[in-house]
């Protein structure tokens, strides 16, 4: 570990979120801290760019080890932003989160805490997302907090290997009974949308549902490890190739029948 | 093959670019067309939900075997919104495009075109995603949709595996060569940003950049087969889990150094 590691933090809740808050004190005294992150909620903001308007960032607090910086964009803006324009050195660690909600199985491919993780996993830094599993503003980060610090000193020591990036999900309960180093949960959202209507009488769509596990039930998976009371760690990779159907796919594209 | 398959179209160019309306008159003799698309471009919305919003989808245009819708959302609300409001039976197959710009490498990642294939794969449709390697919104389609016609047919016919959709990306030269199986190239953009001031004198950005490829370069990735003027078929997995890297992430957080 370097003397002073320089550790770079965003979310998708927005700079003035609590979770945002708690991650910065409880990793302060483990390096020379940076926070950019969205100055509005960018919750299921995915990878998403913003490529058709132009984007900002200001500085809102500087004192010794940490400066914070509001951004105009969506998380993976943020991280590109901080990496193109502002830092002259490159992190030795990304955290992004403390997200208000889960962001277990397939939900790594909605979440913005997730999009600002793989950004930073793109651009070589070792890099996770931390989540905790209710929305409420107010949650309790104590324990979320005491876990996802001890995963960021293994990073800064550690490192991990090129594209490879870290979701971690830690439960609302009080004591969490460790951390389990898990698969993809795999499964969807079932009834996700509530109709309404708006003030002319159009139909209206809101998003709500609940998630539905494939059956059978993969074994150590991430929604198994939060259900029994761990914290959920699972590694991902930025090449999603489908290596094992690549033959049969080849196979498929020889067939000549038309 | 069922006689009246059922296909589902979207993009993130919007309801009214011509790689849709292209796709989906090359589309149109091969079953029962639903074209659910944006109403706006949403280019480089990843897989965004809106959740904070409501949104309204409307029917465009119907008539015999094909009809036209826009939504007001993202690309995956359009295809969770058409799975869940609009549609009686699950779509036999999803194919999102053609996109005026290519997906390659990590562009999976930051793609609207790829979000909705993500999402269409999630919810069970064999999915896949079709773009061209160049943004004119005038651009010649033929070859693409050739290839991309092809590949419809084979799916249709032999479905995909659960949780891989495909990723095809086609050369703008006149002549492809063929469809060639690949990885995804691995690498990330530089130089993202161009600097400039709005009417307040303050600085903004816009996002541009170029794609490097990462050293050494892997044989057969997509980023290789586009350059030799083939197309680049992608067979890409909804779960991202590192599984070469559980173990030693295990060993890791086993060591009781703090």
Request: proline share 5%; glycine share 8%.
């Amino acid at each position: 570990m370097k003397e002073k590691p320089l550790i770079l933090i965003t979310n998708d809740d927005g700079v003035n979120a609590k979770g945002l808050i708690e991650l910065t004190e409880c990793l302060r005294d483990l390096g020379d801290l940076v926070v950019f992150a969205p100055d509005k909620p960018q919750s299921g903001m995915s990878s998403s760019l913003t490529s058709l308007n132009p984007i900002k960032y200001r500085l809102l607090k500087q004192e010794a080890g940490l400066a914070v910086y509001s951004c105009t964009g969506t998380p993976v803006d943020c991280v590109k932003l901080a990496m193109n324009d502002l830092l002259d050195s490159k992190p030795d660690l990304l955290v992004s989160g403390i997200n208000h909600g889960s962001n277990m199985a397939v939900c790594v491919h909605y979440s913005g805490t997730m999009g600002a993780a793989i950004e930073g996993c793109i651009l070589g830094i070792p890099s996770m997302g931390i989540s905790l599993t209710t929305h409420s503003p107010h949650a309790d980060f104590s324990e979320c907090c005491r876990i996802g610090r001890k995963l960021a000193r293994r990073l800064l020591r550690e490192g991990l290997p090129a594209g490879t990036y870290l979701n971690l999900n830690v439960p609302t309960t009080p004591q969490v009974k460790g951390i389990k180093v898990c698969r993809q949960a795999d499964g969807r959202f079932v009834n996700e949308y509530m109709r309404s209507e708006n003030a002319l009488g159009e139909a209206v769509f809101w998003l709500t549902g609940s998630f539905e596990e494939a059956k059978p039930i993969r074994p150590d998976n991430d929604m198994l490890a939060l259900n029994s009371g761990y914290a959920s760690l699972v590694p991902c990779k930025i090449d999603v190739t489908d290596y094992a159907f690549m033959d049969k796919l080849k196979a498929m594209m020889c067939d000549e029948r038309d």
